[in-house]
Nanobody, 127 residues
């Protein structure tokens, strides 16, 4: 699966931004699509994930209620809508895909199991 992330940019705290990840090369039916982020000097962390077939969503506690992950079957694209952005949301956001016909809510959060990664898109939240 090839992944192309886009949509990052500069936004003020409290604002909104949507990043996208277009997938190609495989049918995504049994895949989990996820977003991870990595801030400068910090480890990569899980943000959100969605089961393509089931539509089940998973969120990190730090973004729950502010971020929404969704998918567009026709466009083979997954989105991350980010609202009420905080300065600490500043990071490079990466999309990832992994074959998981039956997702496990613990495994989807583990970046080590994802085999396919996009190039990342920078989100900067200013004060």
């Amino acid at each position: 699966v090839q992944l192309q992330a886009s949509g990052g940019g500069l936004v003020q705290a409290g604002g909104s931004l949507r990043v996208s990840c277009a997938a190609s090369g495989r049918t995504l039916t049994n895949y989990v699509m996820a977003w991870f982020r990595q801030a400068p000097g910090k480890e990569r962390m899980f943000v959100a994930a969605i089961s393509w077939r089931l539509g089940t969503t998973y969120y990190a506690d730090s973004v729950k209620g502010r971020f929404t992950i969704s998918r567009d079957n026709a466009k083979n694209t997954v989105y991350l809508q980010m609202n009420s952005l905080k300065i600490e949301d500043t990071a490079v956001y990466y999309c990832a895909a992994d074959l998981q016909p039956i997702p496990d809510r613990r495994i989807v959060r583990d970046g080590r199991i994802y085999e396919n990664w996009g190039q990342g898109t920078l989100v900067t939240v200013s004060s």
